[in-house]
């Protein structure tokens, strides 16, 4: 019986563990929450219970449906509050997890080596820096929406969603289903970019009917709550004293720059943006897998990797939304576990139809080079080291450097704790780096997660991979 | 100001949730039982506890355990991400001060 | 192109020579297969260390090295200005430990040797040292304070070097991959050809650390320098709790070795960013350089072994390099004498960035035939002890 491992338990993850368990393979899903569903059905824990969750929620039975399968079919162990924090490919690939609370020391520590592999890691939102956007109260609009989903606290009362792409309406109903006013949404992006990406073959867009469906909801919600949803805006600075209390939104060329004299202030205790995504690559990349030109892990229509024996499902492949992770994942899993293909034409041409919604998305909303015309000199670039935009890119222009790797040293951007997680790729743009040699990317993580010097240094000095036991 | 959707008046209809306590910097503070440390935290309204090298005061920003900008010491494990880490009943937390030299 | 000196590599001693050649005068033309300083001289703690150097030729470089450092980083400084980021050099000085009996009395045997040979070195009773570093486990057997051992952020006084030959005229090429030699009828090395363009010059220098044996060998000659893998964990940042270079004594013994498998050794800092770093390990395993997590196991036991409070610190990253490796742990600076024309500044192994500064002086002086501050002989590839490492045939 093959074993497959599955990293990742969000929409992708669960149903390559499903697929899989179809097949005839044994399955291990390893993730790093406190349960699953990933951040798309981010929901309340178990200890509190809730009558009409799915509110909440779209596509909540699909999620119900194989969370109770995962928990009932005794070939399926999915484990939580695992952090896969290193691959090994020194022989075949060993996947290096601690077990428990997060960032806890003396969790336990697995090794674990499968038949294949399947990376569902998903992504984080990009959030572009502006002047402000350190002040507490401003959150990435993941945060908004995970904190209303997984916990029920509203970010603010007095709300501003601002970024770019579609996930930002869902948020904004996320907020106003806490009790947030919403004070309006701005999207970057302006209506001829809009109509570039979604209008020439509007079918398209119906033919991913639920995608539709689910974003005419988003819509006629917002109506009903009053929420402006405004075209080629954006928040340019987040002021307050400490906090945030002020908002600055100005209207943006078709570049993203922000036209002068068009700045409108309204306050606001909550600014939630979001520029996109940046697909969580670290671990398949510390597999080996081969990153794309577009910096999402390439697969064939197999989703298979460039690796032997590895596949990759979901977000990292291509923003596609939940109907193409859920085809993704289906594909991988049953291909992972040996499957015939046959088996699964209709998932493979779901699978299609998604990837052109994230052509969509990208040309209609992909960010934009005018942006920088909002930063200041003293704008912080890097929160952890809270390295500002003039003194990265004097330090960039004094040592005639375009390479990340050297940037990174000279300025200490992306060398704190989140390891550039939150302002990589905004380096990368900001010093012209090629992220396409090794030295340039800021997706290259050896260590994906932070480990106590005890954990490491219990653990078993002979190499000995336990086979998916614990 | 951050807040909690009162369980009375939640649409979703929660079951009465159960409390626990936690200790932040000494003060006793409660919370729900399955609540992230940051949940607590800003279900009271606070929404900056850490402060950075430079004196700036940060808390909760991505949410999902990736910036690490709402990091804190729980039960005297520093850097723990509070908006991960599921609150314990006597849990201990201390919030960070990068700014000052020799407190930590 | 027309150069007097071509240099084949812009890490740091690539950026050393470079600004003591274009400061000589010497047109200097730099060539790097990558960015510069982004390969060796950014994968290392940046040690400027006395205290690991044994009596002989290595100890009198880094002798001179020590007293080289405070005016090179006040010069940089001085030229480049307030815009461009500091170097952070630091003489904080070294603790060396003996974590058990056995070791302890060959530290201190090995300190008074130093110290014949003008290497500050300090007993130091348990107390002392506790008082030096207070978090060190006061379980040691032995400790040596060495007030001359300092510290640099490598990749700023990579940078700073090049943009000091820069100002002096010398010109840096990124991307460029020496792909050959360019040579006269009679075989006499002229200059490199690069993908791009063929670059004459009098001159072409190999400073491409552990890359230097295949440099070479595109030049046509055998250069025994082999790759040697180390690892270095950061932790995230905390409150100083270590003050000085404080490593285990056995971390000699490792550099020393020419075993081939994993050796494991501590070395502990903390940088003015506020995280500690914990080495080091050394493996001859190529250029493979994939991760290994028993080797970041076996550096973090011994780290605790020093710091017992490091067991709850995080470490958030792990970055691993190359170290250019000879077989008799000496560098090779000085002209080829089987091929005039042809020059090395490599093999400094894990002592690159401290010895930098002294072997762009010694390359300076070679090149312009000026008074070398040091006899340059110990260091030539023709000295006796790489006599079997050479191929019988010479230059291909």
């Known amino acids: ?470 | 100001m951050s807040s909690i959707v009162p369980f009375e008046s939640d649409p979703i209809r929660p079951a009465e949730p159960r409390c626990l306590t936690i200790s932040v910097d000494g003060e006793r503070i409660e919370g729900l039982r399955g609540q992230s440390i940051a949940g607590i935290l800003l279900a009271q309204g606070r929404t900056a506890w850490r402060t950075t090298v430079a004196g700036r005061e940060r808390g909760v920003f991505c949410g999902i355990g990736v910036c690490f900008d709402c990091v804190g010491t729980v039960n005297g494990e520093s850097d723990v991400r509070l908006c991960l880490r599921r609150a314990r009943d006597g849990d201990t937390v201390e919030t960070q001060d990068d700014s000052e030299e020799d407190t930590r | 192109m027309r150069t007097d000196v071509v240099i084949v590599g812009a890490g740091i001693i690539g950026a050393a020579c470079a600004r003591e050649a274009a400061r000589a005068g010497l047109s200097v033309t730099v060539v790097d297969r990558g960015a510069a300083a982004s390969a060796t001289s950014a994968r290392g703690e940046g040690n400027l260390l006395v205290s690991d150097k044994a009596p002989g030729p290595e100890l009198d470089l880094a002798l001179l090295a020590a007293d080289h450092w405070p005016g090179l980083a006040a010069e940089l400084a001085d030229e480049l200005g307030g815009a461009f980021p500091d170097i952070e050099y630091q003489r904080k000085g070294g603790v060396v430990v003996a974590t058990t009996p056995e070791g302890a009395e060959p530290l201190r045997a090995f300190a008074r040797r130093q110290t014949e040979l003008g290497v500050e070195a300090a007993d130091l009773s348990v107390p002392e040292a506790l008082e030096l570093e207070p978090h060190l486990d006061p379980a040691v057997a032995a400790a040596v304070h060495y007030p001359q051992d300092a510290q640099v952020q490598p990749v700023i006084a990579t940078e700073a070097l090049l943009a000091s030959a820069r100002r002096a005229g010398a010109k840096i090429l990124p991307h460029s991959e020496v792909v050959g030699p360019v040579r006269d009828r009679n075989g006499r090395l002229g200059g490199v050809r690069t993908a791009a363009e063929a670059i004459s010059a009098g001159a072409v220098l190999v400073a491409a650390g552990p890359w230097s044996g295949e440099v070479a060998r595109t030049l046509g000659a055998d250069l025994p320098v082999r790759p040697r893998r180390g690892m270095v964990l950061v932790t995230s940042r905390m409150r100083q709790r270590v003050f000085h270079k404080v490593y285990d004594a056995d971390y000699f013994g490792a550099t020393q070795s020419s075993d081939e498998g994993l050796q494991t050794s501590s070395v502990i800092e903390s940088t003015p960013g506020g995280t500690v770093l914990i080495g080091s390990s050394r493996q001859q395993i190529g250029f493979d350089d994939r991760l290994r997590v028993e080797v970041l196991a076996r550096i973090a036991r011994k780290a605790l072994r020093l710091f017992p409070f490091l067991e709850t610190t995080s470490a958030i990253r792990a970055y691993g390099g190359f170290r250019p490796y000879v077989p008799d742990h000496l560098p090779v600076i000085g002209e080829d004498h089987r091929d005039p024309g042809l020059w090395y500044a490599t093999g400094h192994e894990g002592a690159g960035i401290g010895l930098a500064g002294v072997t762009g002086a010694l390359i300076g002086a070679q090149l312009t035939g000026a008074e070398p501050a040091l006899d340059p002989r110990p260091f030539q590839l023709s000295r006796p002890s790489l006599a079997a490492h050479l191929s019988p045939g010479g230059p291909t």
């Not at chain 1, 597999?287 to 064939?300: N, S, Y």
């Open chain 1, 1 to 470: 019986m093959k074993h497959v491992l599955v990293i990742g338990a969000g929409p992708a993850g669960l149903t390559a563990a499903v697929a899989a368990a179809d097949a005839g393979a044994r399955v291990t899903v390893l993730d790093s929450g406190t349960g699953p569903g990933g951040q798309y059905w981010r929901h309340l824990p178990p200890e509190r219970p809730s009558r009409r969750e799915a509110r909440l929620h779209h596509g909540w039975s699909e999620f119900e449906r194989l969370r109770e399968r995962t928990e009932r079919d005794g070939s399926i162990d999915v484990v939580t509050e695992a952090q896969a924090w290193a691959i090994e490919t020194t022989g075949g690939a060993t996947v290096h997890a601690l077990i428990g609370p997060s960032d806890a020391a003396g969790r336990e520590a697995l090794a674990l080596e499968a038949d294949s592999l399947v990376f569902a890691t998903g992504a984080h939102d990009r959030t572009l820096p502006f002047p402000g956007w350190n002040l507490p109260g401003v959150f990435s609009a993941g945060a908004a929406q995970a904190l209303a989903k997984g916990e029920r606290i509203a970010v603010g009362r007095r709300a501003v969603v601002a970024g770019a792409g579609p996930f930002l309406l869902p948020v904004a109903q996320s907020l106003t289903a806490t009790g947030s006013t919403v004070l309006g949404v701005y999207e970057a992006a302006r209506t001829p970019a809009l109509a570039k990406g979604w209008l020439p073959r509007p079918w398209r867009l119906l033919s991913s009917a639920r995608k539709g469906g689910e974003l005419a909801g988003y819509l006629a919600h917002h109506l009903r709550h009053r929420v402006p949803y405004r075209l080629g805006r954006a928040v340019v600075e987040a002021r307050g004293d400490g906090r945030v209390e002020e908002a600055v939104i100005a209207r943006l060329d078709a570049d993203w720059s922000p036209i002068p004299g068009t700045e409108l202030t309204v306050a606001a205790d909550a600014v939630c943006v979001s520029h996109g995504f940046t697909p969580r690559l670290e671990l398949p990349i510390a597999a080996g897998c081969e990153i794309g030109p577009d910096r999402f892990v390439t697969v064939d229509d197999d989703q298979r990797t460039s690796v032997d024996g590895v596949w990759a499902a979901g977000e990292i492949t291509g923003i596609g939304g939940v109907d193409a992770a859920l085809a993704e994942g289906r594909v991988a899993g049953h291909l992972a576990a040996g499957g015939d293909r046959s088996a699964i034409g209709p998932a493979r041409r779901r699978r299609r139809a998604s990837a052109d919604f994230a052509r969509r998305i990208e040309a209609a909303h992909g960010v934009r080079p005018g942006w920088t015309a909002w930063m200041r000199e003293d704008t912080v670039v890097c929160r952890c080291e809270e390295v500002a935009y003039g003194a990265l890119l004097g330090t960039a222009a004094a040592t005639e450097q375009g390479s990340l790797r050297s940037v990174k040293l000279t300025t200490r951007a992306g060398l704190g704790i989140c390891q550039a997680r939150m302002c990589g790729r905004t380096v990368e743009e900001l010093t012209g780096a090629d992220p396409s040699r090794a030295a340039d990317t800021s997706d290259r993580r050896p260590l994906a997660a932070p480990v106590r010097l005890g954990d490491l240094a219990g653990l078993s000095s002979k190499d000995d991979p336990q086979k998916g036991e614990h």
